[in-house]
């Protein structure tokens, strides 16, 4: 038996289920397995351990941990969407440690999930669900105790430092990680000149790619909310549409705009947040064990399309060819 397999029997002795089984799904800022009980209900049981060698140990405090209990406890109870519902252990609490590791226990969302987003119904329906998310973080504000990291400059800055040392070794061309250093001055200085209100600035997923994002009955459902914190609501936004193509954005947003409204500076915002998310993202990639065998290449595609035409004021967002084609 591994260690992680010993940590998740010794976890759900912590709660009430009986279960009949545990099946590893996947780690990458967590470690993930499913839990499936005797009545065959599931769960999914995550041990707050990373692949990502960088990854900022803020997200496994204690209390950044239980803030995101706190937010998906208040979605499931005040809000039509549905999200994976944290589950208390036998003291009540929704964190239980094993051997100094933070375990946390959740119901599991069924639903199915796809590698990429392809039809327009896909998107409207993940628009729909955005909109919804960031109509109640505007509306219901942050919960009391709430202790979760931002996305702000800083991070992109951190981001753009690593890189730098990336091209001073010779792992990164220099013309790459200048490019990104002339998109990310752009982009904090964007960024520094919103004004944070309770319309663009709130608690917001992070991470809405389609790996996280389940489809059951037409209806898509959020997973994962590990990378929840506060934000622009473009930022969730942006960060999404790495993942969806320039064709299938439109009628993204179009959904996303029933529910919640954009600015009139959408298009302009939306493209910087887009590049803020990759460099944001950076800051874990560049932790991987692998990141060498792939990112450099990811980067080229990206700087040489998406940053390219940011930079030269050529607006992207509904066309083109995105970095991953």
């Known amino acids: 038996m591994n260690q992680d397999s010993s940590i998740v029997q010794e976890a759900l002795h912590d709660y009430s289920i009986k279960y009949k089984s545990f099946e590893w799904i996947g780690q990458s800022a967590n470690t993930i397995y499913k839990i499936t009980d005797q009545e065959n ?4 049981l995550r041990i707050h351990t990373s692949k990502s060698g960088t990854l900022d140990s803020t997200w496994i405090e204690r209390d ?7 937010w998906l406890e208040n979605l499931s109870c005040d809000s039509d969407l549905t999200v994976p519902v944290p589950v208390r252990n036998s003291h009540g609490e929704f964190i239980t440690e094993i051997k100094s590791t933070f375990c946390t226990l959740l119901k599991w969302v069924n ?29 219901r504000g942050v919960p009391r105790h709430f ?6 400059t800083f991070r ?45 600035w709130g608690i917001i997923h992070a991470d809405l790619i389609p790996s996280n994002i389940v489809f059951h009955n037409g209806e898509a459902r959020p997973i994962d909310f590990g990378a929840c914190g506060f934000g622009y609501f473009l ?18 947003l179009a959904a996303y705009s ?20 990759q460099l944001e993202t950076m800051n874990f ?5 692998d990141f060498e065998q792939w990112l450099p290449q990811h980067i080229g595609k990206l700087c040489e399309r998406e940053v390219a035409s940011f930079l030269k004021n050529d607006s992207f967002l509904f066309s083109g060819t995105p970095y991953w084609e």
Request: proline fraction near 5%; hydrophobic fraction near 40%; aromatic fraction near 8%.
């Open 41 to 44: 209900n599931s769960y999914s």
């Open 64 to 70: 950044v941990i239980h803030s995101e209990m706190i």
């Open 111 to 139: 639903g199915e999930q796809k590698p990429f987003i392809t039809s327009v119904d896909e998107a409207g329906s993940i628009g729909e669900m955005i909109g919804r998310l960031h109509k109640h973080s505007s509306m």
């Open 147 to 152: 202790h979760r990291p931002s996305f702000d």
């Open 156 to 200: 992109i800055l951190q981001a753009l430092e690593k890189l730098k040392a990336l091209a001073d070794t010779g792992q990164l061309e220099a013309a790459y990680a200048e490019t990104l250093q002339l998109a990310g001055q752009r982009i904090t200085q964007m960024m520094d000149s919103l004004q944070r209100t309770p319309l663009n």
């Open 235 to 252: 930022f969730d936004l942006g960060w999404c549409f790495s993942y969806i193509h320039p064709a299938l954005r439109q009628p993204l």
């Open 258 to 277: 029933k529910h919640y409204e954009l600015p009139d500076n959408y298009i302009e915002l939306l493209e910087g947040f887009l590049i803020a998310g």
């Open 285 to 289: 990639w560049l932790g991987l064990p």
